[in-house]
């Protein structure tokens, strides 16, 4: 909430610099928010691909997690992303980038998650990309921008859009669930949930307004109703 708030203000001063050029001015922010948010998409798999540090060289494991990936590319009907699979003490997973150009980081200690545990997470991931969440996002970013320029920054208009815009990626997150569930079942999402939650403390859920994921207690109640 506070980087958005941040960009919001930024994007403000740009305003406030380029108010002199009237309408032309305001196309130009705003087209340039929607190239930067569409750029950072496409680039950011090739930059964070750079930055780890710690990628998993063990053949065995390389192999155990291509194999499961591709089942489940197979199960969803859609390409297999790239795989960027690195060594950390937590076991955590994100996709970025657009359809047959995403990539999907995780990291992962390697032998404390088993194989239809690490489906199960993989199918989420892959519920993101089948649903275009990434596609989403631009729109969500792109219309809080605008919106940010036309109140001209103004708060009791700003913030209510960034908390939509919150409760909409927590929705996406409850969709990933749900598209996972229907190809692996909802007994192994759940108890992939289960497992992950027990290396990661959820927030009180009352902080979960300020989120862009739900609590797992939750997940896991609405994936069970």
């Known amino acids: 909430g506070a980087s958005l708030l941040a960009v919001v203000a930024l994007i403000d001063g740009l305003c406030q610099a380029l108010r002199g050029l009237g309408g032309f001015g305001f196309m130009v922010v705003l087209w340039a928010c929607f190239a930067t948010a569409a750029a950072w998409l496409y680039l950011e798999p090739i930059i964070d691909r750079a930055l780890l540090l710690r990628k998993i060289n063990d053949p065995v494991q390389t192999a155990r997690i291509n194999r499961i990936a ?124 289960n497992h992950i939650s027990k290396g990661i403390t959820d927030p009180p859920t009352w902080q979960t307004v300020f989120s862009t994921h739900p609590t797992f207690a939750q997940r896991i109640n609405r994936l069970n109703k």
């Open 70 to 193: 591709q089942e489940v590319a197979d199960q969803f009907q859609i390409p297999c992303p790239q795989l960027c699979v690195y060594d950390d003490k937590h076991f955590d997973m994100m996709v970025v980038g657009i359809g047959k150009w995403s990539t999907i980081f995780i990291s992962v200690p390697a032998t404390t998650i088993d194989d239809f545990e690490l489906k199960a997470i993989l199918a989420h991931e892959y519920g993101h990309i089948r649903l275009r969440h990434a596609v989403t996002r631009i729109a969500l970013y792109g219309c809080l921008l605008s919106l940010a320029m036309l109140s001209n920054g103004t708060n009791f208009i700003v913030l209510p859009a960034n908390l939509f815009m919150l409760w909409t990626m927590r929705q996406m997150e409850y969709a990933a669930d749900k598209a996972a569930s229907e190809v692996v079942g909802v007994s192994q999402v759940t108890a992939a949930l």
